[in-house]
């Protein structure tokens, strides 16, 4: 892997990736809204349930006209994920390189950045977030991974031993799970800061799902985060379970910044 010291050189690295990646018709639809500067990076308050202060900002993948559609709601090839997965992490770093520039350090809301658990135990992923942890350290010092445990798991020990290096590199790392979750336990032996549960709260098995990730929160002493929080009623539930933070429609509109013109090649400026 070449170093990844800048930014633009971090960019190509994952933009390379993804004509490789092109295995679906949804990966062509994806690869070309990326040509065509139509995917933006989304960041959402992430606010205390009780003050209602901002704590952190929530960074995900967005197109269209409004940047209302998640690029993941397209049936994408695993590498296509994958490669959509550092290129949110790229763009998490360029934003708090930003910040950094213009803010003290201690006034600036790390970014969460969820990220799959196929991303965190594939060979780019572990050369990615080696590269990122040793060349951008003060940016990840103010970026919490996310991994997301939705779905079955990949291989248990590369993700095993993957997981346990990222919570050595981490200050803090959360895991995100929907309801009701068979890896509630796993997470256990990483040692989260957070378990976060981003799904609409539509049916009475989704809300009664989410005692048993209350009741771990509480147990292990840490924080529970209420994400796509849509109604009153979804908010007072969730308070009602301990959840600390909360972010969705119901508080604040995603605000967009858009990604300078890309080039699909390395660029030598």
């Not at 950045?113 to 594939?122: K, Y």
Request: aromatic share 8%; with cysteine.
């Amino acid at each position: 892997m070449d170093n990844l010291t800048q930014l633009n050189t971090l960019r190509a690295f994952v933009l390379g990736l993804m004509p490789a990646a092109v295995s679906h018709k949804d990966d062509s639809i994806v690869l070309d809204a990326l040509r065509y500067n139509d995917i933006r990076h989304v960041c959402q308050a992430i606010r205390h349930t009780q003050s209602d202060d901002e704590y952190f900002q929530h960074l995900t993948l967005r197109f269209g006209g409004n940047s209302e559609q998640s690029v993941y709601r397209f049936a994408l090839s695993e590498t296509m994920r994958i490669s959509l997965d550092l290129y949110s992490l790229y763009l998490a770093v360029r934003l708090i390189r930003c910040q950094l520039d213009v803010y003290r350090p201690a006034t600036i809301h790390a970014v969460v950045v969820p990220l799959q658990s196929e991303t965190v135990s594939s060979p780019q992923g572990q050369q990615f977030l080696r590269e990122i942890y040793r060349q951008h350290s003060a940016a990840m010092a103010h970026i919490i991974p996310c991994i997301q445990l939705i779905h079955s798991l990949p291989p248990v020990p590369a993700l095993t031993q993957q997981l346990h290096w990222l919570r050595a590199q981490s200050d803090r790392l959360w895991f995100e799970l929907n309801t009701p979750s068979e890896h509630l336990v796993y997470t256990r032996a990483f040692h989260p800061d957070a378990i976060k549960v981003s799904q609409p709260l539509t049916s009475e098995a989704s809300r009664d799902g989410l005692e048993p990730i209350a009741a771990f929160t509480r147990e292990q002493q840490i924080d529970f985060i209420a994400g796509r929080v849509g109604t009153r009623q979804d908010l007072h539930h969730y308070r009602s379970l301990g959840a600390s933070y909360y972010f969705g429609y119901i508080r604040d509109i995603p605000s967009t910044v858009r990604e300078m013109p890309l080039r699909l090649v390395a660029s030598n400026n």
